[in-house]
């Protein structure tokens, strides 16, 4: 069962491991089947739920609130995480020329607004700007994160895809109030273990959340040489460690990491998840990690 952990100094806690919802949209789920899965994995201790605005072509939170309003007192039981700041070319937006990023106080507000408004609910329990923005303003970013949480549509907030630098920056006018970086973190690519992004986070005592564990298939079904590496590896640790998939193996390569990442899962088949929940039983040694390391990188340690 996943225990309860503290994102940060200041809050919020999570469950381990989180349930994503960035591909509801090609599940195939009923309303009533969206609300069973999502009461299923609250049963296994999973009860984190992330989100953004634009997944799914802005339908995923609007399928996941039809759900939710089958039985709105789940509401209670759960965390939602969801995004903004990634303004996508669709068809309800013929205007725009270009995707885009768009951390202006007034595009925060609409996608906050809209957001709350497709999941059917009152706040969020964490908002993120989802990618760097290289025209943010981190006072305009930090005084409506102020406004947000002052009127109770946001309890906390956080960012994705920040790098060291940029977290410290929006952070420095927020007064330490940032409660994760969500970033990439799987055997094939890695590289915020290695550039300060999960340094800075252990430094500073804040759990990152980790997306793409699985490297979306490619640690499955792989071609390349690396992913060939790779995967001879994972299949070996797995008879040592006597996981059932070589998916458990990875959740439990990512949540060896020091800074305790929060893997997010991504299937919406609940016996994956609940394979995902008993991977929290299996331990690597230091060995076993580097040596999956060694074989993503094809070379040993220097």
Known sequence: MPAKVTMAPQGPEFSELVQGYWRLGEWGMTPQQRLTFLKQHIELGITTVDHADIYGGYECEQLFGEGLALDKSVRDDIQIVTKCDINLCTAKDPQRKINHYDTSAAHIHQ???????????ENVDVLLIHRP????????????FSELHKIGKVKHFGVSNFSSRQFDLLQSRLGKSLVTNQVEINPLNFEVAHDGTLDQLQMNRIRPMAWSCLAGGALFNGTSEQEKRVI????????????????????????????????????????????????????????????????????GVP
């Open 133 to 144: 923005d290289l025209l943010m303003d981190a006072d305009e970013v930090a005084e409506v």
């Open 111 to 121: 996608s906050v607004n809209n957001s709350l408004t497709r999941l059917g609910v």
């Open 232 to 299: 001879a590896e994972l299949e070996a640790l797995r008879i040592e460690i006597g996981a059932e998939s070589i998916d458990q193996v990875i959740y439990a390569w990512v949540r060896r990491l020091p800074s305790n990442p929060l893997a997010i899962i991504g299937s919406g088949k609940i016996e994956r998840v609940k394979s995902a929940v008993a991977s929290l039983d299996m331990e690597l040694t230091r060995e076993q990690w580097y040596r999956v390391w060694v074989a993503s990188k094809g070379h």
